[in-house]
């Protein structure tokens, strides 16, 4: 039942604009920082100062380069994003995993802390840990993981109950296959669909988060982000620096939310196992 | 088969998970700040510019610190004693319960709003699947989806309250106007105008979508067939058949989303300097007063288990099938 994945996403106009745009924000990650001529954190400059040959986008309230510091915000973003999905991923599928090949009682507590998780405001709990602990990028990141896994650990785990009763892998683990080698060889590489889409929502979930958690200021203030500079140059919109300031974060930060939420409709589309079935 | 009334299973489970969620948070509540180098009152005034002498830190903390056990914490929740607030020296359930109107009314406002509008705009263009007007507006709500709550109100309140000054840029009623009620009313409508369209934008593209998706998947189900070929009227297969069933997927990804939504109100109500629950805590988080951030925490929280709880008994209900799961 193997469909030709690649051809249909190269075939999905939604697919590829959202690459594209990835692609795009992943180069003014890798090079932009080596790109631009100041260091973000400099506050040798001249405060306000309109755009010029030396500065394109001009000169923040802190006599900052807001070229530079936006390119280091949008990388900030993204890999806040990217870890936070990626281990958010890896803890939600071998969660999963556990819980459908284990069932009993793994299932039983695993399941039972998912539907708790799934039910607590999960930022409430970031903004009460952010205020009163006032901890780096990596902390809040981790906490995000923590709070990010049930979805996924969901669907893994209802993915692995239907693998595990088809005669492949019955037949392998009859031969005498460990539950490693089975859950490796077998149930991990055929739930690949599950991981790109989970990946993608969370990326897209903790960028989310961290601009709106910048925003309320609840990250390290030296720290550049999209969210924190918005918020600045909300603060001076009256000094007109709406359009070198605001509005380049701004689309910065749309892009990014765009890019990661045209992918996981794409994804799903194509590669959901209920849509799929249809098609097969 | 007899209707389920009572306790199902089902229902206990759901009550079992919320109530575990909520002792949870009320757990985190009280260990938190417990865990915390130093009190609340070192890391107000540390992180501030004013310096106390020893007497003064003592007062403040005597005032503000009370060292107490868990069941003594548990009793003060229950009786709406949650501690005063640093910067504006108020109890805390009084600051919460006077921001919570206008939060109620304009996220309230909007979920309404949006939720309805979706789903309906949404079982209509799914019944016109392939159409000009469904592709379009498909595509349209496929990018707006991308635009967080933040993008969007900037550019709102920048357009039509700086640049055109057709709304007030703050607040949620014009301070000091000697108003009658009908001008009241207006005035009050006129500031929640554009808080308000924010939200209604940014909730509709998920509903909407949401509901087409789930809207197709139906109306490609066998029983749709039976309907028509009974020769029921379209309306009735439309809305008795297919948007019935096309309603559970919708109530179940809400839960899903709410924590989203919650983070986008603080930030629009934070832009738009809307008197809500998201300003209170804004402020309270820029003046680190910590006693209120918890407060606000705790309440949302609340809240959001008591919507979610909401929706499970109520997705039951729709969903006869629910009922007998487990």
């Known amino acids: 039942m193997h469909i030709d994945v690649k051809s249909m996403l190269l075939k999905d106009r939604l697919f590829l604009i959202g690459a594209s745009l990835v692609s795009l924000l992943c180069l003014i990650c890798l090079v932009g920082p080596h790109a631009v001529p100041f260091d973000p954190t400099d506050m040798s400059f001249q405060p306000f100062a309109r755009p010029s040959w030396g500065h394109p986008l001009g000169v923040n309230d802190a006599g900052q380069d807001i070229l530079s510091e936006l390119v280091h915000a949008v990388r900030n973003s993204l890999a806040f994003g990217a870890s936070v999905g990626l281990l958010g991923l890896i803890l939600g599928v071998v969660l999963g995993l556990a819980a459908g090949w284990f069932g009993g009682i793994t299932n039983r507590v695993i399941m039972s802390s998912a539907d708790v998780f799934m039910a607590t405001p999960a930022v409430m709990i970031l903004i009460l840990v952010a205020a009163l602990f006032m901890p780096s990028p990596t902390v809040l990141a981790l906490v995000l993981v923590g709070l990010s896994w049930p979805t996924t650990a969901k669907a893994v785990r209802a993915q692995s109950l239907a693998l595990r009763g088809e005669q492949h892998v019955r037949a392998s683990a009859h031969m005498g296959g460990s539950a490693f080698y089975v859950i490796s060889r077998h149930l991990i590489p055929e739930m690949f669909p599950l991981y790109v889409v989970g990946f993608v929502a969370k990326a897209r979930m903790a960028i989310f988060m961290e601009a709106s958690l910048a925003f309320l200021g609840l990250f390290d203030p030296g720290r550049k982000s999209l969210g924190g500079m918005i918020y600045y140059a909300l603060r001076y919109y009256y000094m007109d620096v709406w359009w070198n300031w605001l509005a380049p974060a701004v689309v910065c930060l749309c892009s990014a939310m765009m890019a990661a939420g045209f992918l996981a409709i794409s994804l799903e589309k194509i590669m959901d196992p209920r849509l799929r079935s249809k098609w097969a | ?326």
């Open chain 2, 1 to 326: 088969m007899g209707k389920h009334s009572g306790l199902t299973r089902a229902k206990v489970g759901h009550l079992f998970t919320f109530g575990l969620a909520a002792w949870v948070l009320i757990c985190l509540s009280y260990a938190l700040p417990r865990l915390m180098p130093g009190d609340f009152v070192t890391a107000m005034f540390a992180s501030s510019h004013v310096s106390l002498t020893q007497e003064q830190e003592s007062q403040a903390r005597d005032y503000f610190k009370r060292e107490e056990g868990f069941a003594t914490y548990l009793l003060r929740l229950l009786r709406l004693d949650w501690g005063r607030s640093y910067a504006l020296s108020q109890p805390v359930s009084s600051l919460i319960f006077q921001a919570l109107p206008w939060t109620m009314l304009l996220a309230g406002g909007a979920h309404l709003i949006a939720s309805l509008l979706g789903f309906v705009i949404g079982v209509e263009a799914a019944w016109r699947r392939n159409s000009r007007t469904e592709k379009t507006l498909v595509g349209a709500m496929t990018f707006m989806e991308g635009v967080p709550e933040m993008a969007l109100a900037v550019v709102i309140l920048g357009l039509f309250a700086f640049q055109l000054h057709w709304f007030p840029t703050a607040g949620a009623q014009t301070p000091y106007a000697q108003l009658s009620l009908g001008g009241r009313l207006a005035d009050m409508a006129h500031h929640l105008a554009l808080p308000m369209t924010t939200l209604i934008l940014s909730y509709f593209p998920g509903n909407f979508l949401l509901a087409r998706n789930s809207m197709v998947m139906v109306l490609g189900e066998e029983f749709i067939l039976t309907a028509r070929a009974k020769g029921l009227p379209e309306r009735r297969v439309r809305y008795h058949h297919a948007a019935r069933n096309a309603l559970l997927p919708v109530v179940t990804r809400f839960g899903l989303r709410l924590a989203f939504m919650v983070t986008g109100v603080v930030v629009v109500e934070t832009i738009f300097s809307y008197p809500g629950l998201g300003t209170l805590l804004f402020n309270a988080i820029r003046s680190r007063d910590l006693p209120l951030i918890q407060g606000v925490v705790l309440f949302s929280s609340a809240a959001v288990l008591a919507v979610n709880l909401a929706l499970e008994l109520l997705y039951a209900r729709i969903d006869p099938r629910a009922g007998h799961a487990y």
